[in-house]
């Protein structure tokens, strides 16, 4: 009795055919097939750490944008509150409008942040 070389059942010395997987048991078994065969079967969960790992990255940039946008609004007020103050004269009635104008923005842009997260 031998060993089948491809399922390991037991046949016969004589045997052409493993009575078990029904194959050719003459040839020697294609190793570099079978190995092949294995090796590209990756598993699944492969493919979903890598989704996982891109999502993860692309909110990161997603975030990262939006925080810069916020930034760059929160700049362009603070630049056009000093150009504001710098045109008109300290304590004029114009200065107090100015100054309540930049205080609401600043809140809106407050409560705009804290919506988003920042």
Request: aromatic share 8%.
């Amino acid at each position: 009795m031998k060993a089948c070389p491809f399922c390991a059942e037991e046949v016969q010395d004589a045997a052409i055919v493993c009575r078990h997987c029904q194959r050719d048991i003459t040839a020697p078994p294609d190793l570099s097939r079978t190995a092949a065969a294995k090796r590209g079967r990756r598993p699944m969960w492969w493919a979903l750490a890598g989704f996982l790992l891109l999502a993860f990255v692309g909110w990161l940039y997603a975030f990262a944008v939006a925080r810069e946008a916020h930034q760059v609004d929160v700049d362009r007020w603070h630049a056009d509150c000093d150009r504001a103050m710098n045109q008109r004269g300290p304590g004029t009635a114009e200065d107090q409008q100015t100054r309540q104008a930049c205080m609401s923005r600043r809140d809106a842009l407050r409560v705009e942040a804290a919506e988003q997260g920042f």
